[in-house]
């Protein structure tokens, strides 16, 4: 269906967590493609499984974590069936990630040279020795590639020295050191003010624009959305509920949880905004046998409650899972 | 789903380190063990006074399992007896160690940065700073040796560590949201400290309090390894090791057994401490 | 000053001593006011003291300098030094909804505190006032025995409102009391405020650095740079006609979702640098070496507050009379 270009792909990943009295079945059926050089979003509340998405992918799934089916493809190979030197390498060399709060990925220890030539040096490691010197170049390099001012003496400072935009900088550049293929971004300007948010935004849309960078961007924000990404996936309770161009998915959303998240978005313009989306989360010990949204859903049939829905094509590149849609 | 799973749920979360599992096993036989010493110890008049030399110095055998000592003792029941004051004195000693040494700490720590936080943690630093091994022998040699003295000296060098725990965690959380709350609101300062702060300090206490029953009773016997606890024909962990030190290694097994005992007890509260701290930690989704 | 100004702040200043002869200017001199019945809105980002002034007005620290008049009584002082009634009359709703509940007591015993001391509700009579204020804030009264943790983000944030609430108050200063949440539930919360408002002629002071959400539930606006006011005016004029050089630059880089707002937001200014520490406030005007209209005199001269029409200031020598600084 999509390009050739595929660089990541996810198919129908199911994974659930071992807790007191069963499981959670915290994501059932999660689907997405990115391509080369493509930026998509993965858009959704607290609680419905983003960051377990993108941690799946990375393989950094806590101990309690089962997956219970699906396939992870980075360049074809499926990396739950790989070997672990094969996901070792896509760690290096394939795809990297960045976190939500930038103090807390930064070891307090190290100074930011230190940090930046470790991964670096994992990530040359198999193609021959590289000399220490050609290792500190290249972490300069990226330093001002990712636009911090004079890199030699930001080497050399510890990450409590910095300011949170320049934090979240270094990590940035600790991702990009090596060459990669996909950088999975966990909501990375949340913490930040809002002018800088804007600055690390422009800096990782740059970024993937220069290097051809596959970015998939998890955030709650869906002016960020807007503004960063090219293709954008909803997600709902672990399911992708939705999937299109972004431009299309906020002119015409399909799907009503991602129309009743719409409403719910305060506007610049002043007309209100609407009073919440009635209900809550599934209980993940025992979630809705049929669509997760279907109890909250004011337009749900019978239908939705008893089996789950696929993503259908709706036309144009855009996808949705709902029974309304498929007449 | 909440309270009637109470239990269940810790039971969860606790048994999901099989280390601590095995912890908590040690302590219940260790405790069973002293609660019910006189019922099953194969020889329960020989941990008292008692004299037999045609059986003394006898290695271990089917009617003494452990072997005997040098007065024809059965070691097994001796071990067993002694569990008792080893306890007991864990018990004591941070019944009345740790509520002084955490309301202190409590206070201080709310305090921060008052006079009355110095006077306290400055008191405390100067009980820290001594050794406290030198500190519960200078205690003990000074009163007449036996079991309530060496709890007494214990219970004097033990109080600060809880008092500084609690300084800190409680000078962490008096920043809390809900704490300034209560502050604005006008709560009273007991109110404050009994009801906004204690209760949250309570985790890291109780592991470290679990952590220590070891710890005491491993300094317990320390003392009366040299004489200044619990005195013989009394058995008890430490004067058992040192009666038995002289004849090594021909009767290895007069000190190797009490002190292999030492060794299970302190493991197992270490163990239990784990899991406890476990319980309470609440983990990221 | 107005007569029904329920809340009016003048010449506030607070400053921290943080180390040898290092003075934090959290604020500066802050003039505000709210009247009954409106939400004066205060926006700012992370240095710009509108935390320190909410904590300030409510009592937590003693102000360097200034009065808060409460109903035209001076009560400016730490909390301690003030009066049960003072106390109960100005509350506050926190950031976090994590730790603004204590987690090792109930909801009852949470709410029981203010109702107790200020209420001198009984023992006896406290169950059934514990569930009129969680019926009154949209909450089941079986969350009494519930503890916080069990319950989402949005229904502590509201228990943290019912215990404002619980005293009777005037005045509810609310610090970014949606800012951690998702935004369908941000919406039911904020709903909720807007009901309890209007229903019991609440006043309130809300600070946000979310200009979408002050844009639908403020009255008035004031911005914040550096422990200073920079521009204050009825939100719509704030929006529509913003003056401020930073103001711009805030609006043109927030994230929003339709093309209508996009097209409501000045021409794009690239956000340079970051905000400087209160400790190191430049000479002149604290914006100055970010701002892109800055002249020759705004890093020497501190602008004063120049009212531009009835209800609009601005602290900028762009609108100062020629000459100098204005009055």
């Known amino acids: ?88 390498s896509f760690r290096q060399r394939g795809a990297a990630m960045i976190f939500q709060d930038p103090t807390a990925a930064l070891n307090p220890v190290f100074t930011v040279g230190d940090l930046l030539q470790v991964g670096l040096r994992y990530a040359t490691e198999s193609r021959g020795k590289t000399d220490k010197a050609h290792l500190i170049k290249r972490c300069a390099e990226t330093l001002t590639e990712v636009s911090l001012p004079d890199p030699d003496r930001i080497m050399k400072t510890y990450p409590f020295q910095l300011s949170g935009g320049m934090r979240q900088r270094v990590c940035i550049a600790a991702a990009m050191t090596a060459t990669r293929e996909v950088l999975l971004a966990d909501e990375p300007g949340t913490s930040l003010d809002v002018t800088i948010q804007d600055q690390i935004l422009r800096l990782i849309t740059g970024l993937s624009e220069t290097k051809d960078l596959a970015v998939v961007l998890v955030t709650h924000s869906l002016g960020v959305v807007r503004e960063v990404t090219e293709y954008v996936y909803v997600m709902y309770a672990g399911v992708i509920v939705e999937g299109g161009p972004t431009a299309e998915v906020f002119a ?41 949204f279907s109890p909250r859903c004011p337009q749900s049939l019978k239908t939705c409650g008893e089996a789950k829905p696929s993503l259908l094509d709706a036309g144009g590149r855009h996808m949705v899972a709902c029974y309304l849609r498929a007449r | 789903m909440e309270k009637r799973h109470l239990f269940g749920q810790a039971w969860y979360k606790f048994s999901r380190s099989k280390a601590s599992v095995v912890g908590a096993v040690l302590v219940l036989i260790v405790v069973g063990l002293a609660l019910l010493a006189p019922f099953v110890s194969p020889h329960p008049e020989q941990a008292g006074p008692y004299v037999d030399f045609d059986r003394a110095n006898q290695s271990p055998s089917s009617g003494y399992l452990l072997g005997t000592d040098n007065m024809g003792r059965d070691i097994l029941s001796r071990l067993i007896f002694a569990l008792r004051p080893g306890l007991l004195m864990g018990i004591l000693v941070l019944a009345i160690s740790v509520p002084i040494g955490f309301g202190l700490g409590l206070i201080a720590g709310y305090n921060r940065g008052s006079l009355l936080d110095s006077l306290i943690m400055r008191v405390t630093d100067i009980f820290l700073s001594v050794p406290p091994l030198i500190l519960a022998l200078a205690i003990a040699s000074v009163l007449e040796p036996n079991l309530t003295h060496a709890m007494m000296a214990i219970t004097v060098m033990w109080w600060p560590w809880y008092c500084r725990l609690a300084y800190n965690v409680a000078s962490s959380i008096k920043n809390e949201y809900y704490v300034r709350y209560a502050e604005l ?17 309570l985790s890291p206490v109780l592991t470290k309090m679990t952590l220590d029953m070891g710890w005491v009773i491993m300094t317990g016997a320390s003392l009366s390894f040299v004489g200044l606890g619990e005195q013989p024909p009394a058995p008890d962990l430490g004067n058992m090791v040192s009666a038995g030190v002289k004849y090594l290694p021909d009767y290895w097994w007069m000190t190797v057994f009490p002190a292999i005992a030492i060794v299970v007890i302190v493991l197992g509260f270490n163990l239990l401490g784990d899991g406890i701290r476990d319980l309470f930690t609440v983990e990221e989704a | ?53 909410a904590y300030t007005i409510v009592g937590m620290y003693q102000p360097t300098a200034g009065t808060i008049a409460l109903n035209g009584k001076n009560v400016a002082g730490a909390a301690v030094r003030r009066t049960l009634a003072q106390k109960g009359a100005i509350q506050i709703v926190f950031q976090d909804p994590g730790s603004s509940l204590n987690p090792r007591r109930t909801i009852a015993q949470s709410l029981g505190l203010p109702l107790r001391l200020h209420r001198r509700v009984s023992a006896r009579d406290l169950p059934e006032k514990v569930a009129e204020l969680l019926t009154l804030v949209g909450l089941p009264p079986e969350y009494s025995d519930r503890n916080p943790h069990s319950i989402g983000g949005g229904e502590r944030q509201l228990v943290a409102v019912a215990r404002a609430l619980a005293t009777d108050p005037i005045v509810m200063i609310l610090d970014e009391p949606t800012s951690a949440l998702d935004v369908s539930i941000q919406a039911k919360v904020i709903a909720r405020l807007a009901d309890l408002q209007s229903r019991l002629g609440l006043s309130y002071l809300f600070i946000t650095h979310d200009l979408s959400l002050m844009r639908n539930v403020a009255s008035r606006v004031a911005i914040m740079y550096l422990g200073k006011v920079s521009e204050l005016a009825p939100t719509a004029a704030f929006f529509r006609d913003p003056l401020h050089p930073y103001t711009r630059m805030l609006l043109s880089a927030i994230p929003v979702v339709t093309a209508a707002e996009e097209e409501l937001k000045p021409r794009k200014i690239l956000s340079k640098g970051e905000i400087p520490s209160p400790v190191n406030v430049p000479p002149g005007c604290g914006f100055s070496p970010r701002c892109p209209e800055a002249t020759p005199v705004c890093s020497k001269v501190d602008p004063a507050m120049v009212q531009t029409s009835d209800t609009h200031w601005v602290r900028c020598h762009v609108y100062g009379a020629t000459g100098g600084p204005a009055g």
């Open chain 2, 185 to 201: 609101t006008g709560a009273s300062t007991f109110h404050i400290l009994a009801r906004e702060i204690l209760p949250n300090c």
């Open chain 1, 1 to 88: 269906m999509m390009a050739t270009d595929t660089v990541l792909e996810v198919n129908d990943l199911q994974v659930s967590f071992r807790v007191y009295g069963g499981k959670t079945r915290v994501l059932d059926g999660v689907n997405l493609r990115v391509a080369k050089g493509q930026r998509v979003g993965l858009v959704g509340e607290a609680g419905c499984g983003k960051t377990t998405t993108l941690k799946a992918i990375m393989g950094i799934l806590p101990s309690q974590a089962v997956i219970e089916g699906g396939q992870i493809l980075f360049r074809g190979q499926d990396l739950l069936k790989a070997s672990p030197a094969a996901v070792q």
């Open chain 3, 1 to 53: 000053m107005k007569m029904d100004d329920v809340l009016k702040v003048t010449g506030l200043k607070k400053y921290f001593t943080v180390g040898k002869n290092v003075i934090l200017r959290a604020v500066d001199g802050v003039d505000l006011s709210v009247c009954r019945g409106e939400t004066l809105g205060l926006v700012g980002e992370s240095g710009s003291g509108k935390s320190t002034v």
């Open chain 1, 252 to 292: 015409r959303p399909l799907h009503p949880y991602t129309a009743a998240l719409m409403e719910c978005i305060p506007r610049l313009t002043g007309q209100g905004f609407a009073e919440g989306i009635p209900g809550r989360l599934p209980d993940y010990r025992n979630p809705p046998r049929g669509c997760r």
